[in-house]
């Protein structure tokens, strides 16, 4: 059940920091990486077609935060509602195999969509497809991450999206806000944006209560905040309010900022940036990289990189763990497993995500890297532990 809460009942500090000049627009636009989330309702309509102009309002958008000096990374949803239009299916819930019939007649239109969107702007788009699985486990989660970043390094826009077409639970289209939220964690994002059909987290259903009011700042997921969301309102998109409280929630704890915003109209992130779009703004109270670094700190290690001094200095500078700096591998762990780094005293000077398992650890360790094919018997990887998949002690 809702909870009912009126305008008075609000927390305070909300309304206190809505009144002390925050400026949406402005924030948004400051944002260096930034993930925008797509819901079925604004790209499909109720026939079941793309809405075209609508989606050439957004590659619009991302060419102009591209031009801006930002990054851009879209998750999208629509490959079922697409695809269902395509094959003349039913509305309503469908069958496991005919939403995954549907998701993979779907996907390949949505793909071509973007892509025709972007390319007159010289803007290449990517589809990466992922589960739940992408994301848990640690090979394929570093696999996914260093492809994404590649991505983006290279100047394309990802268009990621669940892989629904081999999905093995009952596909819910609501799981794309988590998804896009774990999209951001990933990408170390300092901003995403949930384009949905509505515009923002309300004190109570304001299709149903008159006076519930729009909440313009979050800092904190308080358990009354949770119990303000609602269910979907949209006869195409699945993904309620509950889901988006929770993307917050992942969001906040990696440090990134997440705005949901009504995205149906012409040009909905330029609307965002020139403060023309009503809005709730979930803000962290770290960045994103201190956030990861906090968490890699955390984490139970199962193995121990040994450096030596001049690694050591290297990695407190902010460095990248190198294989020619590594003296010897305690223990046995796989690709991605958390380790402790160890100088040669054998005091700890922090975490990291090893790049290799143990084994070819061991067989990199005191090599050059252009040494490495030869002995790993292909062209490995440039480091050890990436600088950004570490936390050094002496680090701020």
């Not at 958008?61 to 930002?70: F, P």
């Not at 989660?141 to 990802?158: D, E, H, I, M, Q």
Request: with cysteine; aromatic share 4%.
């Amino acid at each position: 059940m809702v909870a009912q809460l009126s305008q008075a009942e609000a927390p305070q500090a909300l309304q206190d920091e809505a009144e002390a000049g925050f400026d949406p627009g402005g924030f948004f636009r400051s944002g260096k990486l930034i993930v925008v989330k797509i819901g079925s309702a604004l790209l499909v309509d109720k026939s079941g077609a793309l809405r075209q102009d609508w989606l050439k309002g957004l590659a619009a958008d991302v060419a102009a935060l591209r031009a801006g000096g930002a990054q851009v990374a879209l998750v999208s949803s629509g490959s079922i509602a697409l695809g269902r239009g395509i094959l003349g299916l039913p509305k309503g819930p469908l069958p496991l195999e005919r939403a995954q019939a549907a998701a993979a007649v779907g996907q390949i239109g949505l793909a071509r969509a973007y892509s025709e969107a972007l390319a007159p702007y010289g803007i290449v788009a990517a589809q990466v497809l992922l589960t739940l699985g992408d994301t848990h486990d640690r090979r394929r989660y570093l696999n996914g991450r260093s492809t994404l970043k590649t991505l983006l390094g290279l100047g394309a826009v990802p268009i990621i999206n669940e892989n629904d077409t081999v999905a093995t639970d009952e596909i819910r289209y609501g799981d794309n806000d988590r998804l896009a939220a774990q999209a951001a964690l990933t990408l170390e994002a300092d901003r995403l944006i949930l384009l949905s059909d509505v515009d923002g987290l309300y004190t109570a259903n304001p299709n149903l209560d008159p006076t519930a009011k729009r909440l313009p700042v979050i800092r904190e997921i308080t358990p009354e905040i949770a119990a303000m969301a609602g269910d979907p309102v949209s006869g195409v998109s699945k993904g309620g309010m509950k889901t988006k409280v929770m993307a917050a929630q992942t969001a906040l704890q990696g440090g990134c900022a997440m705005a949901i915003l009504k995205g149906d109209v012409e040009r909905p992130l330029q609307a965002l940036a020139e403060n023309r779009a009503p809005c709730s703004w979930f803000l962290p109270g770290h960045t994103p990289q201190s956030a990861r670094k906090r968490w890699i700190s955390g984490l139970k290690t199962e193995g121990a990189f040994v450096v030596d001094a001049g690694a050591a200095r290297a990695l407190k500078r902010g460095g990248s763990l190198l294989p020619a700096g590594l003296k010897a591998v305690i223990g046995d762990f796989e690709r991605g497993a958390p380790v402790a780094i160890q100088d040669e005293a054998g005091a700890q000077i922090g975490v990291g995500f090893a790049a290799y398992d143990s084994v070819e650890a061991r067989k990199a360790a005191g090599r050059r890297s252009h040494e490495l094919e030869s002995i790993l018997g292909h062209p490995g990887r440039t480091e050890i532990s990436h600088r950004d998949d570490m936390a050094i002690w002496s680090e701020s």
